[in-house]
Nanobody, 119 residues
Framework: QVQLVESGGGLVQAGGSLRLSCAAS????????MGWFRQAPGKAREFVAG????????YYADSVKGRFTISRDDAKNTVYLQMNSLKPEDTAVYYC????????????WGQGTQVTVSS
């Protein structure tokens, strides 16, 4: 079992940047793939970005490719999402999750962090 705590959300103007963090409990963090997801009001939760357990593999949704960057610091048990050139359509609650590999996710959802982008 892994416990995840997201932070770093907030209100930002379109074109601005935010950096989200996800702190994980447990001593096996480095063995997990990690991912970021988001859920906008009235919409299903969607995949945003993933990073492999070694950090050497990353994958992004087309909607954020070139604007968002996922990274991890295994010494801190933390995964990050750097979000640049934010758009109003990026407004959502952002969640992180762990998995055996990108695309194979557990249900270790945290409470999420709200990102609101104003136009």
């Amino acid at each position: 079992q892994v416990q995840l705590v997201e932070s770093g959300g907030g209100l930002v103007q379109a074109g601005g940047s935010l950096r989200l963090s996800c702190a994980a409990s447990g001593r096996t963090f480095s063995s997990y793939a990690m991912g970021w997801f988001r859920q906008a009001p009235g919409k299903a939760r969607e995949f945003v970005a993933g990073i492999g357990w070694s950090g050497g593999t990353t994958y992004y949704a087309d909607s954020v490719k070139g604007r968002f960057t996922i990274s991890r610091d295994d010494a801190k048990n933390t995964v990050y999402l750097q979000m640049n050139s934010l758009k109003p359509e990026d407004t959502a609650v952002y969640y992180c999750n762990a998995g055996t590999q990108i695309g194979v996710w557990y249900n270790y959802w945290g409470q999420g962090t709200q990102v609101t982008v104003s136009s």
